[in-house]
């Protein structure tokens, strides 16, 4: 192979090696990165779902808002710690905890018209849950 050949070869690994760096580093904390068994999830306009026997790591999902409003949730989740974030504007809260044996329902996290941002993360892994998420 001649020393034009490898050169060029090189260098593509090295763009190809610094796009994939990138889309990393951008993407934050907005990439799911997850391993589950049983695991049904659905995203729509307005609305996010989640359901699973087991799930060890970060769901993001990304809803509209039509205008100022707030998301309404409901979940259970029967062993295991989450938390469940909201982030619109810049901004990440918390929106609430849900512990093994534990069902909630309620609603938070102010948001106006855009995108908004929910993100559930385990703390180790979860059995049998599932979480709805609403966005007005």
């Known amino acids: 192979m001649s020393g034009k050949a490898n050169t060029k070869k090189t260098f593509r690994r090295t763009a190809a090696l610094?796009?994939?760096l990138l889309m990393l580093f951008t993407a934050g904390c907005r990439a799911s990165s997850y391993m589950a068994v049983g695991m049904v999830r659905t995203n729509t306009k307005n609305s996010a779902n989640l359901s699973f026997y087991s799930l060890r790591g970060k769901i993001v999902f990304t809803v509209k808002s039509s205008g100022e409003g707030d998301v309404t949730y409901t979940a259970k989740?029967?062993?295991?710690?989450a938390?469940?974030?909201v982030e619109w504007a810049g901004s990440k809260?918390?929106?609430f905890?849900?512990?093994g044996g534990e069902e909630v329902s309620s609603h938070g996290?102010?948001?106006d018209s855009g995108s908004v941002t929910i993100i559930v993360e385990t703390d180790g892994t979860?059995?049998?849950?599932?979480f709805h998420?609403?966005?007005k």
Do not use: P, Q, R, W
Request: hydrophobic share 35%.
């Open 93 to 95: 809260t918390e929106l």
């Open 18 to 20: 610094l796009l994939a």
């Open 133 to 135: 998420f609403n966005v």
């Open 97 to 99: 905890t849900i512990n």
């Open 109 to 111: 996290g102010y948001v």
């Open 77 to 81: 989740l029967e062993s295991g710690t």
């Open 126 to 130: 979860c059995k049998n849950g599932e």
């Open 83 to 85: 938390k469940v974030y």
